[in-house]
């Protein structure tokens, strides 16, 4: 590929991201949709909580559950995790389990999605059947779901959007108005981008890293059993592209992707991203979720429990668009990512490919957190030689975290970050 041609693609990417980030300046945002509201159905039992001292085996969970951020979250100081916690979580995922009335099929290669018209039409789908799912345990996490909603939003998203929250944040999902910031973030995505909020107890586990000891929440998707699907999707990213087709793939239990990046490990872990999961909710697997997690370790948080309870038999998404994460672009070697040691790197187009971006890069903080610019030049993406020097990585990279801060500034100006 031509310099020229190199540099007009990287050059489209750029205005990608611009456009995700200044959506107020596309005509195509002016007009906010309002009203849609619902109730999301049966409450969840205390996740900490063995089912069978406190449920008939067929009785759906009645306590209201929790709340929580984790899979390279941030702990209370701020610390960021990133990919170190990517390369230490999950490593009682290898240890083979099997679970009473819990199949063991395998299925290894990635899913393909069909493309030959056997689908329903889209104009035939009853998109109220799906939900894309957020969890909120603290401020800056509740702006970051704030800002993936509008973003599904803008995108036209079909799927239902749920958010699960704090209830001290607004007691009541029906206020109108509120003072409060965070109330006044509530109402702005039920009311503007048509998300259905869910009050919920925040649950702590006390474990070994104090990051991931509101983890659990996330898995409190699999109760929503007035959904079909539910894809739940962690905050710390950002969606680039719409991803409405996995409700309409073949019908499993739990899909995800592979933690692609644990593949460069010596030897390999195969391991599932909790970062995004696409799962059909169900009392039977909220009761399995519910009696893992009462057994959990103090190492064990969502990521752990997912793969000791589906590395097996959960079908396997693509990464390749479905979950990439920012420290690809910093990588020397990209096979793992490319699943092929031939194909050339261009980040340009692999920018334009991906869907789902999550930012880990550690030590480089979140980019809501504060970082200097010496921390920045310290992590950022060196430029490569070639027939001259090729600073694509950086500047995408680089511009990965200006949009976010840009996009973060739109949906939440008032937060003092």
């Known amino acids: ?78 610390a960021p995790a990133g990919e170190e916690h990517d390369r230490a979580h999950g490593t009682h995922a290898e240890e083979e389990e099997e679970e009473e009335g819990h199949g063991t099929q395998t299925t290894d290669a990635a899913l393909v999605l069909p493309d030959d018209g056997s689908q329903a039409p889209l104009s035939d789908v009853d998109w ?75 649950q702590r586990r006390v474990g070994n890293d104090e990051t991931w000891a509101d983890s659990y929440t996330k898995l409190l998707a699999f109760n929503q059993t007035q959904y079909d699907r539910v894809l739940a999707l962690d905050s710390d990213s950002v969606v680039l592209q719409p991803m409405d087709e996995l409700f309409l793939t073949p019908l499993c239990p739990v899909a995800m992707p592979r933690a692609y990046w644990l593949l460069r490990e010596d030897p390999p872990k195969r391991i599932l991203s909790s970062q995004l999961i696409l799962l059909q909710p169900s009392t039977v697997e909220f009761q399995r979720i519910i009696k893992k997690t009462a057994a959990a370790g103090s190492d064990d948080y969502d990521m ?42 261009d980040p340009a187009a692999v920018l334009r490919e991906v869907k789902f971006l999550h930012f880990s890069d550690w030590p480089y903080p979140k980019p809501w957190l504060y970082a200097t610019a010496s921390d920045r030049e310290q992590v950022q993406p060196a430029c490569v030689e070639q027939e001259q020097l090729d600073c694509a990585n950086r500047e995408i990279w680089n511009s990965v975290y200006d949009s976010f801060k840009a996009h973060r500034e739109t949906v939440c100006p008032d937060e003092n970050v």
């Not at 909580?49 to 702990?75: I, L, M, N, R, V």
């Not at 589906?310 to 693509?318: F, G, I, K, R």
């Not at 668009?321 to 050339?344: C, K, V, W």
Request: aromatic residues 8%; glycine residues 8%; proline residues 6%.
């Open 304 to 345: 752990e429990i997912v793969n000791d309870l589906y590395l097996d038999s959960a079908t396997v998404l693509p990464h390749r668009p479905y979950d990439m994460i920012t420290g690809e672009f910093r990588n020397q070697d990209h096979s793992a990512y490319l699943g092929s040691d031939r194909e050339e790197w």
């Open 128 to 202: 109220s059947r799906f939900a894309y799912t957020q969890y909120v345990t603290d401020d800056a996490y509740l702006c970051n779901s704030v800002m993936i909603f509008e973003t599904l939003h803008r995108l036209g998203s079909n799927a239902s959007r749920v958010m699960m929250y704090p209830a001290a944040m607004l007691p009541d999902p029906a206020t109108e108005t509120a003072d409060e910031r965070n109330a006044r973030l509530l109402i702005k995505a039920r009311d503007e981008y048509g998300v259905d909020l869910v009050p919920i107890e925040v």
């Open 1 to 78: 590929m031509s310099r020229r041609i190199r540099f007009l693609a990287l050059g489209l990417a750029l205005v990608a991201l611009l456009w995700i980030a200044f959506p107020s300046h596309r005509p195509d945002v002016a007009a906010a949709q309002g009203g849609w509201r619902g109730w999301l159905g049966p409450g969840g039992a205390s996740l900490g909580t063995d089912p069978d001292a406190t449920a008939a085996p067929d009785a759906k969970p009645q306590a209201a559950a929790a709340s929580s951020q984790h899979d390279e979250e941030d702990g209370a100081d701020g």
